[in-house]
């Protein structure tokens, strides 16, 4: 059991023996999953000369990566971080590795292209879920592991901001396949000292003999996975609601920059926040809450007059995406059962993901074929369509904070 401290606040928190270390080497190999997209995406456009073959290569990376997440989690679950993401991260690394060299060549296969990539999307390792299931052994008091739950969200949107602005800076002096290979290196370098770290022994394999099923996720995990699914799909719409914007007001893609800046401000901000207040409402009150402010935010950014109008607005709803994700990841952890924490967790950034890309796929359709206002409605509805559900479907919370079970 790790020693808590009484007041819990930020600063407390990082104080927590080995919480600094464990956290900054989980960050840097998750700063590989910031890269990874764009890198890939580059080298293989670079390799190809085709859109077409970058966007079906990077779908297939993704797709592989996201909808297989629950299951290498309960790798994690049943053998333990040591046993189990060393020998992902590993296989990852050079999956990627060799995704690099075989791109580097112009005319290179894009089918070769895509079974590497598939393959080395089907063996990302789960350190944020992982990462948020070793805090439990860090924060056991609730408020403290709301704190780490919500500087980890905060800093994992920043890894996702930065890892863009690593691979602009790579491809300035080398080639995009450079890129792939630095991705290849954090997660590995990462994950080497993320397992070494002595609390990450504190978070064991469940115990079973051969033969034994693995124990199932609850289905009290739903509501916040349902939610995250939402959120996903109404800021997966975003971007090109956003561009559809800015071009109808006569901006460039310059301005387009500044709003998604603007929405990841709020984010963090919110997510701070969020992580240093003490709440009185149950977790699935404040999902509800968080999701309906998010819609109607969203909804409000379509009235916008112009682009200044809609940065600020575009901060209110970033304003709750931290905090609600967080919320449902807290949620999703209260609710697992014994040997199954990163698996919950990894249904809800299954659930995020996966909303994500949907959401980004419903935007091209819509975008074009209705006005831009009524699509900023369309994803403002869903999240709150999602908060609707999450109130109805949800059970409260006994006490108003998350219970310990530890």
Not at 53 to 62: C, M, N, P
């Amino acid at each position: 059991m790790s020693a808590t401290p009484s007041r819990p606040s930020y600063a407390a928190l990082l104080r927590i023996p080995h919480a600094r270390r464990t956290f900054a080497t989980a960050l840097l190999g998750r700063l590989s999953y910031g890269m990874v997209s764009l890198a890939v995406l580059l080298a293989v456009d670079r390799a190809t000369g085709s859109y077409a073959a970058a966007g079906t290569v990077l779908a297939l990376f993704g797709a592989t990566s996201v909808f297989l997440s629950p299951a290498r989690a309960a790798l994690v679950d049943r053998h333990g971080p040591r046993r189990a993401l060393l020998p992902m991260a590993v296989l990852y690394a050079v999956l990627l590795t060799a995704l690099a060299l075989v791109s580097r060549p112009p005319g290179a296969s894009a089918t070769l292209l895509g079974a590497v990539a598939a393959v080395a999307g089907a063996c990302t390792p789960p350190l944020g879920p992982t990462m948020r299931a070793v805090w439990g052994e860090l924060a056991q008091d609730p408020g403290m592991l709301r704190r780490a739950y919500s500087l980890d969200g905060v800093a994992e949107e920043l890894l996702f901001v930065s890892g863009p602005l690593v691979v602009g800076g790579v491809v300035q002096v080398a080639e995009p396949a450079v890129a792939v290979a630095v991705s290849a290196l954090l997660v590995a370098s990462g994950t080497c000292g993320f397992v070494a770290s002595p609390v990450v022994a504190r978070v064991p394999g469940a115990a079973r003999k051969p033969g034994d099923r693995a124990p199932r996720v609850s289905t009290g995990i739903l509501p916040p996975v349902a939610l995250a699914a939402g959120v996903g799909l109404s800021i997966g719409a975003l971007d090109l609601l956003v561009l559809a914007f800015a071009e109808g007001h006569g901006h460039g893609d310059d301005a387009v920059a500044w709003v998604f800046a603007a929405l990841s401000a709020g984010s963090a901000v919110g997510g701070l926040v969020n992580g240093a207040v003490e709440w009185r409402a149950g977790a699935g009150t404040r999902l509800s809450l968080l999701a309906a402010g998010l819609g109607i935010a969203l909804a409000c950014a379509g009235l916008a007059p112009g682009l200044g109008a809609l940065i600020g607005v575009v901060v209110c709803a970033g304003f709750f995406i931290a905090p609600a994700l967080t919320t449902a990841y807290l949620f999703a952890d209260e609710c697992a059962a014994p040997g199954t924490r990163v698996r919950a967790g990894a249904w809800v950034n299954t659930a995020v993901n996966a909303g994500t890309a949907t959401g980004t796929a419903a935007g091209g359709l819509l975008v074009g074929r209705l006005p831009v206002g009524l699509c900023f409605a369309a994803a403002g509805g869903v999240a709150l369509f999602a908060a609707a559900a999450v109130a109805v479907g949800v059970r409260q919370p006994s006490t108003p904070e998350l219970s310990e079970r530890r």
